[in-house]
């Protein structure tokens, strides 16, 4: 079975970083595009980040744009997503998923992650 675990996710102060790390195991991952996306309370889950396999193509949502930045290291079977200046906004439950493809929409990725809580306060 496909398995992506996230962690280092926990509570932070506003204007503070996190780096949140997804580990992939149970098969292969090589070729396979990776991407964030957030859950916060009453919303609905939103696109953050993607990352090509190889690492060359990355894209953002408009609300993360030039504070996040993500990348994998393919020998680790691992995406991470540097998280820096972060608000309140930021507050979610952040999972991470895998698909064969870059893309920016949730069925775009076949494996999820089972999220891991960011909490900023202010």
């Known amino acids: 079975q496909v398995q992506l675990v996230e962690s280092g996710g926990g509570l932070v102060q506003a204007g503070g970083s996190l780096r949140l790390s997804c580990a992939a195991s149970?098969?292969?991952?090589?070729?396979?595009?990776k991407g964030w996306f957030r859950q916060a309370p009453g919303k609905e889950r939103e696109f953050v980040a993607a990352?090509?396999?190889?690492?060359?193509?990355?894209y953002f949502a408009d609300s993360v744009k030039g504070r996040f930045t993500i990348s994998r290291d393919n020998a680790k079977n691992t995406v991470y997503l540097q998280m820096n200046s972060l608000k309140p906004e930021d507050t979610a439950v952040y999972y991470c998923?895998?698909?064969?493809?870059?893309?920016?929409?949730?069925?775009?990725?076949?494996?999820w992650g089972q999220g891991t809580q960011v909490t900023v306060s202010s």
């Open positions: 998923a895998a698909g064969p493809v870059l893309g920016w929409g949730r069925y775009d990725y076949d494996y």
């Open positions: 990352i090509s396999w190889s690492g060359g193509n990355t």
């Open positions: 149970g098969r292969t991952f090589s070729g396979y595009a």
